[in-house]
């Protein structure tokens, strides 16, 4: 059983459009997180949540937007999307309560915006 | 998150010991030495992690020097399933309990030759 899943695998989307990530897992962890995986290969965390309280926002644009709809679950919302967002997304989870709880990932969306 | 630095790239043969370097000249007391991998096409994955003492488990070893200042991941014997871009971050066990998430730096690309 996959502990932390993504969907979709792959999205192909076009300027302006809005679209969403699911992220869901089953770990019982109770922090999740988006990342951001540039062409460079940078990773870059996004957002943390914790308890359906955001605790992390790294100067994202507002036009993404997480939602948690309860602690397994973490989408991410893009609206009017842009070239530049074109990346693989990674979603993660941990449990805060244990300092040094590693982070489980996703395998990725990748989403190219043309 | 303190920085660390590690070799872009590093080539090694098939079914011998790689020796994984990271230096962090910066390391705090409260900084665990963290290791995570990201296999191609797939989300980053922890390896290993520890504070002081040297740690094993059954993917790797971690040996630590005396001052912190420097780490090594060790495997034992790679295999091609063991390219990947290996990552050495430090987390500090005082930043929230562990819900700020990874800070992750460029790492070492490992090349396994068959």
């Known amino acids: 059983d996959t502990a932390v899943s993504q969907t979709p695998k792959y999205l192909v989307t076009q300027m302006g459009n809005d679209k969403s990530i699911k992220c869901e897992q089953n770990?019982?962890?109770?922090?999740m997180y988006w990342y951001k995986q540039d062409s460079k290969k940078f990773l870059k965390i996004m957002f943390s949540?914790?308890?359906?309280?955001?605790?992390i926002n790294e100067t994202v644009p507002n036009r993404f937007s997480p939602k948690s709809p309860d602690k397994a679950h973490l989408n991410l919302h893009i609206n009017s999307l842009e070239l530049g967002d074109s990346a693989v997304y990674f979603c993660?989870?941990?449990?805060?309560?244990?300092?040094?709880?590693?982070?489980?990932f996703g395998n990725g969306t990748r989403l190219t915006v043309t | 998150d303190a920085k660390t630095t590690q070799p872009n790239s590093m080539e090694s043969n098939e079914e011998e010991p790689v020796h994984l370097p990271c230096n962090h000249s910066t390391i705090s007391g409260t900084d665990y030495i963290h290791w995570y991998r990201q296999l191609p096409s797939q989300g980053p994955e922890y390896v290993i992690h520890g504070l002081t003492s040297n740690v094993n488990n059954r993917m790797a070893s971690l040996a630590i020097a005396e001052d912190r200042k420097s780490s090594t991941l060790i495997l034992h014997r790679a295999t091609l399933r063991d390219a990947a871009v290996y990552y050495c971050i430090l987390r500090s066990w005082y930043s929230g309990g562990g819900a700020d998430g990874l800070t992750f730096g460029k790492g070492t690309h490992l090349i396994i030759q068959p």
């Open positions: 993660a989870s941990s449990q805060r309560s244990s300092y040094n709880s590693p982070l489980h």
């Open positions: 949540y914790n308890n359906k309280e955001l605790i």
């Open positions: 770990l019982g962890h109770d922090t």
